[in-house]
């Protein structure tokens, strides 16, 4: 009798055991990784010179999660009419526009309008003045606040049942998380999954790089 007990307690822990497991990789399977960015740069070709010298190259210091970005080794300084912030970070490889995303908290400083953007949509965004160590650059447009928005794959999009374009709400767990709107999906071929969201968003729910996100249509 006492080894039947024991066999069905046994049963009853692998049991428990199997589901933990499956409800751990239910969870990862349905949570989406996050990136907490800062402000931060993208310069044109063109730019680059200005700010750098003829020929300048990028030095890449640390790769990014989405394929082919990096942060690089160099900063510069941004001016707006009210102030400017030194030491910002700029991201390789170089883009076709110069793109500046900064904190909303930022623009008071500056003295520039919080256009929240999609990263690419710089027409009517906030002018601001780049400050390199050659030379600066006076944008008439390109500074922005990043709208949140997650990357992902075509097979994850999928996956979650989202497409391309569709705005989404982000759960985002934690002793003060919360719900995030107004969530971008962007969804291609050559995107890794990641939400995608600034210090000052993070900061207001204590999120970390840790934090789980799932999304919520």
Same mark, same amino acid.
């Given at each position: %009798?006492?080894? *039947?007990? /024991? =066999?069905? =307690? ?9 589901? #933990? ?19 931060? &740069?993208?310069?044109?070709?063109? /730019? ?12 890449? %210091? ?17 001016? #707006?009419?009210?102030? =400017? ?18 904190? =909303? ?5 500056? #003295? ?15 002018? &601001? ?6 030379? $600066? ?47 971008? &999906?962007?969804? *291609? /071929? ?12 993070? *900061? ?6 840790? $934090? &789980? ?5």
């Amino acid at each position: %009798m006492n080894l *039947n007990v /024991d =066999a069905l =307690a046994d049963i009853i822990v692998e049991a428990i055991n199997v589901q #933990g497991v499956m409800d751990k990789s239910t969870e990862e399977t349905q949570s989406v990784p996050l990136g907490i960015s800062n402000r931060h &740069i993208h310069l044109s070709e063109e /730019d680059l010179k200005v700010c750098f010298g003829d020929d300048y190259q990028l030095t890449s %210091m640390k790769d990014l999660s989405q394929p082919g970005q990096f942060a690089c080794k160099e900063t510069v300084t941004i001016c #707006g009419s009210r102030g =400017a912030i030194e030491k910002v970070r700029v991201l390789g490889p170089v883009r076709k526009q110069t793109q500046v995303e900064v904190l =909303a908290g930022d623009c008071f400083k500056l #003295g520039v309008s919080p256009c929240i953007r999609l990263s690419g949509e710089l027409e009517g965004s906030a002018p &601001i003045t780049v400050i390199g160590p050659k030379g $600066s650059v006076y944008l008439r447009a390109g500074a922005i606040v990043a709208q949140r928005h997650i990357h992902m794959s075509l097979e994850d999009a999928k996956r979650f049942g989202v497409r391309d374009g569709q705005v989404v709400s982000i759960q985002c767990e934690g002793k003060r998380g919360g719900i995030y709107d107004q969530v971008l &999906i962007r969804a *291609n /071929d050559t995107s890794a999954l990641e939400c995608h969201l600034d210090i000052d968003e993070a *900061n207001a729910m204590q999120l970390s790089s840790s $934090s &789980i996100i799932k999304i919520i249509k």
